[in-house]
């Protein structure tokens, strides 16, 4: 039976909630099914200390309790991206979900209970998705033009109300892994990519090549630098430190049972130390002290309950 839609009009968005005969609560409460896959962003939301995980059926939080879950809206979320007021995302309804689909951009501000529909709802689906932690600046790459959107790089700084398409200049990678925005100087954008990290400091119409590093599987960006993941000699996973305006760079040690490329990096706003990385075989460790320690939250996707 599908879950009546509840659905409000605030300031001209759409805010929607599903519930379910019952009118139960959206809570995050105890896992009942340990087994994660498919997990499509991470981060820290709504400028709190808890570690989120966005997968292919709903959102998964991790705390001084542990692992918790979602207990409704079980979508498969896309291009996740936490911000200090909540968090954005694209992707498709669960089953039986009266939302369209695909979400277009969306943002969530109760830690997805309920959604704003900002812009090309039912139209797109943005795999490529980044925003600035404080500042909201959104950049999505798309793949599927319309007559409101082009191909490539777009920004909008006002939540999906306008759009500018970014030229690019400089960019010539042909793959690419994800798009990383400064938390908050909305202009300057990183793109991570089989071809190397790319940095624009001008909303994306110009960028650089930032080092000589290949095979970047991800990057974020933190107020001065930031941090990139990459697979070296003997296909050795690699994490890597940087300042902007500066070659230097430092290595943070990963746990030597890593083998599987780092998919996701996550930075906690409260502590500068604090990092959270995943790979592709859905293994999470997370470390307080930049690498000195690692404490595993998941092993080949299996969420592990301690802290």
Same mark, same amino acid.
């Given at each position: 039976?599908?879950?009546?839609?509840?659905?409000?009009?605030?300031?001209?968005?759409?805010?929607?909630?599903?519930?379910?005969?019952?009118?139960?609560?959206?809570?995050?409460?105890?896992?009942?099914?340990?087994?994660?896959?498919?997990?499509?962003?991470?981060?820290?939301?709504?400028?709190?200390?808890?570690?989120? *995980?966005? #997968?292919?059926? +709903? @959102?998964?939080?991790?705390?001084?309790? %542990?692992?918790?879950?979602?207990? =409704?809206?079980?979508?498969?979320?896309?291009?996740?991206?936490?911000?200090?007021?909540?968090?954005?995302?694209?992707?498709?309804?669960?089953?039986?979900?009266?939302?369209?689909?695909?979400?277009?951009?969306?943002?969530?501000?109760?830690?997805?209970?309920?959604?704003?529909?900002?812009?090309?709802?039912?139209?797109?689906?943005?795999?490529?998705?980044?925003?600035?932690?404080?500042?909201?600046?959104?950049?999505?790459?798309?793949?599927?033009?319309?007559?409101?959107?082009?191909?490539?790089?777009?920004?909008?700084?006002?939540?999906?109300?306008?759009?500018?398409?970014?030229?690019?200049?400089?960019?010539?990678?042909?793959?690419?892994?994800?798009?990383?925005?400064?938390?908050?100087?909305?202009?300057?954008?990183? *793109?991570? #990519?089989?071809? +190397? @990290?790319?940095?624009?400091?001008?909303? %994306?119409?110009?960028?650089?090549? =930032?080092?000589?590093?290949?095979?970047?599987?991800?990057?974020?960006?933190?107020?001065?630098?930031?941090?990139?993941?990459?697979?070296?000699?003997?296909?050795?996973?690699?994490?890597?430190?940087?300042?902007?305006?500066?070659?230097?760079?430092?290595?943070?040690?990963?746990?030597?049972?890593?083998?599987?490329?780092?998919?996701?990096?996550?930075?906690?706003?409260?502590?500068?130390?604090?990092?959270?990385?995943?790979?592709?075989?859905?293994?999470?460790?997370?470390?307080?002290?930049?690498?000195?320690?690692?404490?595993?939250?998941?092993?080949?996707?299996?969420?592990?309950?301690?802290?």
């Amino acid at each position: 039976m599908k879950k009546p839609l509840v659905g409000v009009v605030l300031g001209g968005l759409l805010i929607l909630s599903a519930c379910s005969n019952k009118e139960a609560s959206f809570t995050y409460e105890e896992v009942t099914n340990p087994e994660v896959n498919h997990i499509h962003g991470t981060g820290y939301s709504n400028g709190g200390p808890d570690f989120f *995980i966005a #997968s292919h059926a +709903g @959102l998964y939080a991790f705390g001084k309790d %542990g692992w918790k879950e979602a207990n =409704l809206e079980k979508n498969d979320y896309m291009g996740f991206q936490p911000t200090e007021d909540g968090f954005f995302a694209s992707g498709h309804p669960a089953v039986n979900s009266d939302l369209k689909n695909p979400f277009g951009l969306m943002k969530s501000t109760d830690k997805g209970a309920t959604f704003k529909q900002l812009a090309f709802y039912g139209e797109i689906d943005f795999h490529y998705l980044g925003a600035g932690y404080n500042s909201n600046a959104v950049y999505v790459f798309n793949e599927t033009p319309t007559a409101e959107l082009k191909a490539g790089l777009n920004y909008t700084l006002d939540e999906g109300q306008s759009w500018t398409a970014s030229k690019m200049e400089g960019y010539s990678a042909t793959t690419l892994s994800n798009l990383a925005v400064h938390p908050s100087s909305e202009e300057i954008i990183a *793109i991570g #990519s089989q071809e +190397g @990290l790319f940095l624009s400091i001008d909303y %994306g119409a110009t960028f650089n090549k =930032l080092n000589d590093a290949t095979s970047v599987t991800y990057v974020t960006l933190t107020e001065d630098g930031g941090y990139y993941s990459s697979i070296k000699e003997q296909e050795q996973p690699m994490l890597q430190k940087f300042t902007i305006g500066e070659t230097k760079e430092s290595d943070i040690p990963l746990p030597e049972e890593i083998r599987s490329p780092v998919q996701f990096i996550a930075t906690s706003p409260e502590n500068s130390e604090e990092l959270v990385v995943t790979t592709f075989d859905n293994s999470i460790y997370k470390t307080s002290d930049a690498g000195a320690t690692w404490n595993q939250l998941a092993n080949a996707g299996k969420l592990i309950s301690s802290n």
